[in-house]
């Protein structure tokens, strides 16, 4: 990735497959050391303001989906503020290309799964954006352990924390600011419906958020705020090759049906649509964009 602010873009027709055999040592993982940089945004892709005048909050907004989704948005109209632990360059380079499409952007640092940094920042973007009307709940941890007696006290509760529990964190700080015709979109994961024998509190996690927005859609409905997920399958973003040895990295994606990985700007449309007008009769659904497993849910 260029630091120029201009995303990673390429036609659908050429979108690269198979990912290198690399890792990164440190969770989330950082974009700018990918060799092969995730694709970002479709080649030609033509917002059309359907999300003029709104304003975002995005978790793990730095790089992978998260970033793909700040890009969207931000061509769709949306002034975005990124909420990411500590990849400052990727979330420096976010930022640029946030505000290469002409929206302001907001780069807030820190950890999730600390109820007070949660409603702080909340805070700051109505403050410093003049409001919120979209929260897409997007950052999440895995870490693969081979049997369950593998998984210590402290994994379990962190991987909750972050994936769950920062969930209801924002929410409770979010909703107050959010009006009828607002969204919450969650990020879940294929792991949810399939399961993974190597990831199980992260696949518990994702289940989890698969009934908190069924719960939470309901819960909000009288309110007139929709609460919908995505559910992606193998996407190529920093987490893999920070997650997973070499060898698994370079296999990702080739078991489904589409045979190959896929990218994030393959799955940020989905919450475009979500968080547009486009999905004003849909709330407490999950969206698949997996590369093709169907998984009935």
């Known amino acids: 990735m260029s630091t120029s602010g201009q995303p990673e873009t390429a036609p659908t027709s050429e979108l690269p497959t198979k990912p290198p055999a690399e890792t990164q040592e440190q969770q989330p993982g950082s974009e700018a050391q990918m060799s092969m940089a995730p694709v970002v945004i479709r080649e030609g892709y033509r917002g059309s303001g359907k999300l003029e005048g709104k304003v975002a909050l995005i978790t793990g907004g730095d790089s992978g989906i998260g970033r793909a989704v700040a890009v969207h948005f931000a061509r769709e109209g949306a002034d975005v503020a990124i909420l990411y632990l500590d990849e400052h360059q990727d979330a420096q380079d976010t930022l640029k290309m946030v505000q290469a499409e002409g929206r302001r952007g907001l780069l807030i640092a820190g950890d999730i799964g600390d109820v007070e940094f949660c409603r702080d920042a909340v805070a700051r973007t109505v403050r410093e954006l003049g409001g919120l009307n979209i929260l897409v709940n997007n950052a999440a941890e ?57 990831l199980l509190d992260y696949s518990s996690t994702k289940g989890a958020i698969v009934a908190f927005t069924r719960s939470l859609s309901g819960n909000l409905a009288e309110q007139g705020i929709r609460v919908n997920a995505v559910a992606p399958g193998p996407i190529w973003t920093p987490l893999i090759p920070s997650t997973f040895d070499a060898e698994r990295v370079q296999a990702h994606g080739e078991n489904t049906p589409l045979e190959r990985v896929g990218q994030p700007s393959e799955v940020a449309p989905s919450y475009v649509f979500l968080a547009s007008e486009d999905s004003t009769y849909i709330t407490g659904q999950v969206l698949h964009p997996n590369g093709g497993d169907v998984v009935n849910g």
């Not at 081979?146 to 769950?164: A, C, G, K, V, Y």
């Not at 529990?165 to 979010?174: E, G, I, N, P």
């Open 142 to 198: 895995q870490h693969p352990q081979d049997t369950i007696s593998e998984i210590t006290p402290e994994q379990l509760e962190r991987t909750f924390r972050t994936n769950i529990f920062a969930m209801f964190y924002l929410v409770q700080a979010a909703t107050p600011h959010l009006q009828r015709g607002d969204a919450i979109i969650n990020t879940t994961s294929v792991t949810a419906y399939k399961g993974s024998p190597q």
